[in-house]
């Protein structure tokens, strides 16, 4: 079995981002498994809050899910160009204290994807990303790509990605993924 922890980084109940995630919970073929995760809980990064207190239990807890996985898929909105700042302010949170990057992160396979209503389909976030993961010493995923564009007339109002061509190329991205996040590839 491989385990895939797939985190949304949008907290809307409506998003694009959760919705492209569980669709791609059915899609990634026998001897996978995809738990989605999301950012609820997670604090604004506050480095006396942190000296104080340590890391809030959201925090502890979504570390805990990341290190009981085989890989990590990162499903990605894009706000200004760049990376949405409740995404980035969750994983400066999992990147503490330093000393545990990594059991957390370390070599661990991790993959983007993302999905916008307008016509880049995440691009320039993903790009962004790339800097983060390398700081973080992840194994990095770049074996296939997934950018999807127009998310609005892509998936439909009950959550699920309803273009057959979306859904096989997520189909195709999960599997690849997975393949090379499975434990004996190690
Ligand atoms: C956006 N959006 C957006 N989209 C995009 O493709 N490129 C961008 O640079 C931005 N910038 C941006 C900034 C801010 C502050 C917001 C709130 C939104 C639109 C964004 O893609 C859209 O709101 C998505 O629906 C967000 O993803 P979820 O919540 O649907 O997963």
């Not at 492209?20 to 919970?25: H, M």
């Not at 502890?60 to 009981?68: F, G, M, N, W």
């Not at 997934?146 to 997520?170: C, F, N, P, W, Y």
Request: aromatic share 6%; net charge neutral.
């Amino acid at each position: 079995m491989t385990r895939i922890l797939g985190i949304s980084g949008s907290l809307r109940a409506g998003s694009f981002n959760t919705a492209l995630l569980r669709s791609a919970q059915s899609l990634g073929g026998p001897g996978v498994q995809l738990d989605a995760a999301t950012l609820h809980g997670i604090p604004l990064y506050d480095g006396d809050a942190e000296q104080r207190d340590g890391l809030p239990d959201a925090v502890v807890e979504l570390k805990d899910r990341i290190v009981a996985s085989d890989g990590v898929m990162l499903c990605t909105p894009e706000h200004n160009n760049g990376i949405p700042g409740v995404f980035k302010n969750a994983i400066d949170w999992l990147s503490r204290p330093a000393e545990d990057i990594p059991r957390v992160f370390g070599d661990r396979p991790f993959a983007v994807i993302g999905a916008s209503p307008g016509g880049f389909g995440t691009i320039l976030a993903q790009s962004a990303w790339l800097p983060v993961l390398r700081t973080l010493r992840v194994r990095y995923w770049s074996g296939g790509r997934l950018q999807v564009s127009r998310a609005h007339q892509l998936i439909g109002a009950d959550g699920e990605v309803s273009d057959e061509a979306t859904r096989k190329q997520l189909e195709v991205f999960m599997q690849g993924f997975a393949q090379f996040a499975r434990p004996m590839a190690k």
